[in-house]
T-cell receptor
Framework: DAKTTQPNSMESNEEEPVHLPCNHSTISGTDYIHWYRQLPSQGPEYVIHGLTSNVNNRMASLAIAEDRKSSTLILHRATLRDAAVYYCILSRNNDMRFGAGTRLTVKP | NAGVTQTPKFQVLKTGQSMTLQCAQDMNHNSMYWYRQDPGMGLRLIYYSASEGTTDKGEVPNGYNVSRLNKREFSLRLESAAPSQTSVYFC????????????????FGEGSWLTVV
C-alpha cells in the first residue's frame, strides 16, 4: 500500500501562508496525490489533487516535487476557518487510504 | 442534490447486537467506500466497492460485512457488535474511470456515530 508521512500538527498565524508537507517515497507512476481536510464534526472535504504538475485552485495550491516523492499543500492566506486536519493521500486503483493527517491550528 | 446520505446518524448498541448502516448516493457514482474514524484518529478504510456487484476489503474489514445493493446503495453490517467498534462511520463515493485514472474527487456523507456498550 502506498504510504504517506505528515507532521502531526502545525500552527500558523491568520492571514499568513501555510505550507503543509507530505512525504510519499513509495509513490508509483500512476498514483495521484490527493489532499482532503476535515473540519470538526464533519466528513472530509476535497481540497486539491494532482499527478505530476503543480496545481492551483480557489482553495489552495499543490506543489509536487520533481521526483514525486513529496508534495506540499499551500494555503496562501490562512483564515480561522482553515483550522482542520489535512490529509495527504495516494490513490492507487480504487483504493483511497487516509493516514493520521496534520492538525492545523490557526492563531488570530 | 443530497449527495451522500447515511442513516442512522446516531446509534447505541449493546455488545452482541447486530445492525446495518445504510448509505445512498445520488451522483451516479460507481465507487463507494466505508471508513471508520476513532476519536482523535484518522480515517481507516473498512471496505470499498469499485462498481455494482464488487466489494473489496480495506485496512480493517474484520467484524464487518458489506452489500452493494445497487449502484446507489452500499450498506455496512455489524453482525455482532463489540465495544471496539465504537466509532464514527463515514460513507463516501466517487466516479472511478478504471485503470490508471484515480484522480476523481471523493464525496463524503456526514457520518454515523455508533456507540457499543
Amino acid at each position: 500500500d502506498a504510504k504517506t508521512t505528515q507532521p502531526n500538527s502545525m500552527e500558523s498565524n491568520e492571514e499568513e501562508p501555510v505550507h503543509l508537507p507530505c512525504n510519499h517515497s513509495t509513490i508509483s507512476g500512476t498514483d495521484y496525490i490527493h489532499w482532503y481536510r476535515q473540519l470538526p464534526s464533519q466528513g472530509p472535504e476535497y481540497v486539491i489533487h494532482g499527478l505530476t504538475s503543480n496545481v492551483n485552485n480557489r482553495m489552495a495550491s499543490l506543489a509536487i516535487a520533481e521526483d514525486r516523492k513529496s508534495s506540499t499543500l499551500i494555503l496562501h492566506r490562512a483564515t480561522l476557518r482553515d483550522a482542520a486536519v489535512y490529509y495527504c493521500i495516494l490513490s492507487r486503483n480504487n483504493d483511497m487510504r487516509f493516514g493520521a493527517g496534520t492538525r492545523l491550528t490557526v492563531k488570530p | 442534490n443530497a449527495g451522500v446520505t447515511q442513516t442512522p446518524k446516531f446509534q447505541v448498541l449493546k455488545t452482541g447486537q447486530s445492525m446495518t448502516l445504510q448509505c445512498a448516493q445520488d451522483m451516479n457514482h460507481n465507487s463507494m467506500y466505508w471508513y471508520r474514524q476513532d476519536p482523535g484518529m484518522g480515517l481507516r478504510l473498512i471496505y470499498y466497492s469499485a462498481s455494482e456487484g464488487t466489494t473489496d476489503k480495506g485496512e480493517v474489514p474484520n467484524g464487518y460485512n458489506v452489500s452493494r445493493l445497487n449502484k446507489r446503495e452500499f450498506s455496512l453490517r455489524l453482525e455482532s457488535a463489540a465495544p471496539s467498534q465504537t466509532s464514527v462511520y463515514f460513507c463516501a463515493s466517487t466516479w472511478f474511470l478504471g485503470g490508471e485514472e484515480t484522480g476523481n474527487t471523493i464525496y463524503f456523507g456526514e457520518g454515523s456515530w455508533l456507540t457499543v456498550v
